[in-house]
T-cell receptor, first 113, second 115 residues
């Protein structure tokens, strides 16, 4: 079945450092791909998405490009802030009429001042 | 405020108790979901309801019993749970449509501890 693998955390960075969180997927066809973020004490919220190969999703300075050749959707940000500290989840849409998503394990990002 | 409200936020129960988790959405969505979030594991999809009908049940033990009385409310009834069921239970909703928005709207979760 479809699955998502993302790098284990925690990832600890200093403010203004460059961020990469790796995500690869296994799927039949070309599902839509997503990054969700979970801030402390909150539920998940959509950060960005890409619906087809070579699409780039972007939001709040974060970017991810849908690479079908490497089945990857790595999350990047050029300069992280303390407020970016959260858990980041990579996900793919599993098809069907509902928006059923398959998630990775999540990667905890801790940004230090 | 995502428009999805879960209660209670925290619940501690013994293995012989019966309790329920409640989820309410004010977004006019027609699909609702229960996910289980455990440390160092992927979010596990438990149940999916579409137009108040259960469309997915991912091999969840019968000690978890969902109920969707209308498109705005979703319950998870809990009975004779095990300590390994301790986790954060997340409710989500989405529009029921043919367009691939892919976006789920999550509540803040109910943190369950089973003693």
């Amino acid at each position: 079945g479809n699955s998502v693998t993302q790098m284990e955390g925690p990832v600890t960075l200093s403010e203004e450092a460059f961020l990469t969180i790796n995500c690869t997927y296994t799927a039949t066809g070309y599902p839509s791909l997503f990054w969700y973020v979970q801030y402390p004490g909150e539920g998940l919220q959509l950060l960005l998405k890409a619906t087809k190969a070579d699409d780039k999703g972007s939001n709040k300075g974060f970017e991810a490009t849908y690479r079908k050749e490497t089945t990857s959707f790595h999350l990047e940000k050029g300069s992280v802030q303390v407020s970016d500290s959260a858990v980041y989840f990579c996900a793919l849409r599993d098809g069907g009429a509902t928006n059923k998503l398959i998630f990775g394990t999540g990667t905890l990002l801790a940004v230090q001042p | 405020e995502t428009g999805v409200t879960q209660t209670p936020r925290h619940l501690v129960m013994g293995m012989t108790n019966k309790k329920s988790l409640k989820c309410e959405q004010h977004l006019g969505h027609n699909a609702m979901y229960w996910y289980k979030q455990s440390a160092k594991k992927p979010l596990e999809l438990m149940f999916v309801y579409s137009l108040e009908e259960r469309v997915e049940n991912n091999s969840v033990p019968s000690r978890f019993s969902p109920e969707c009385p209308n498109s705005s409310h979703l319950f998870l009834h809990l009975h004779t749970l095990q300590p390994e069921d301790s986790a954060l239970y997340l409710c989500a909703s989405s529009p029921q449509s043919g367009t691939d928005t892919g976006e789920l709207f999550f509540g803040e979760g109910s943190r369950l501890t089973v003693l």
